[in-house]
């Protein structure tokens, strides 16, 4: 029988008792089933472009692998190509990338690291972009190395590489997700305002 955690990870703590009035009163929000809600972080890593040197082949994919899997604490799924293209040396059915779909109290954990282990470690970080927003509201990001996660020994790898995260929020437009975002402590850059 396996017995439930009670635990509510510190993040969605954080987005109902604090972060969920303030958007309410914001944007004047009367309805709670109108509150912008995370729904998912998305993890993907392009692995596509480094299979081509057949030696390291098996090497790299466990790399990228055993990164995600880390990070996450789920196991990544490999995405195959769909179409083959031939000037970027793609073939149908190969792999092409390694994706991890979280969601719930994983999903906090992760986002709940990434703004204060992951992000802090990153050189000569100045914030996130407040323009990576689509028409949704739904957020993407890029690390360019794994070095940025405390949980990765970097004298073990021999491989770097970077991935896409996605923050998918549901009932949002842009203004709601950054207001969202920025409360839950996703340091974005500050534009001066003269």
Known sequence: MMVAQTNTP????????????????????????????????????????????????SEIRDTVY????TITGQRPITLLARKSVSNFKVREGA???MMVTLRRAR?????????NLAMPRIK?????????????????????????????NMAHVNFVHGMNINICISRSDPAKSLFLLR????????HDED
């Not at 055993?66 to 899997?69: H, N, V, Y």
């Not at 914030?127 to 990765?152: C, H, R």
């Open 124 to 152: 000569d970080f100045r914030g996130m972009k407040d323009t990576s927003f689509d028409e949704a509201g739904n957020y993407g990001l890029g690390l360019t190395e794994q070095a940025v996660w405390p949980e990765i």
């Open 107 to 115: 999903m906090w954990h992760f986002m709940d690291r990434l703004i």
């Open 95 to 97: 792999p092409s990338a």
């Open 66 to 69: 055993d990164t995600l899997s």
């Open 183 to 190: 409360e839950l402590g996703l340091p974005f850059v500050r």
């Open 10 to 57: 510190r993040l969605e703590t954080l987005f109902e008792e604090a972060v969920a009035p303030k958007l309410k009163q914001e944007f004047g929000l009367s309805n709670p089933h109108e509150l912008p809600r995370i729904d998912k972080v998305i993890v993907n890593c392009g692995i596509g472009r480094f299979l081509e040197n057949q030696k390291l082949k």
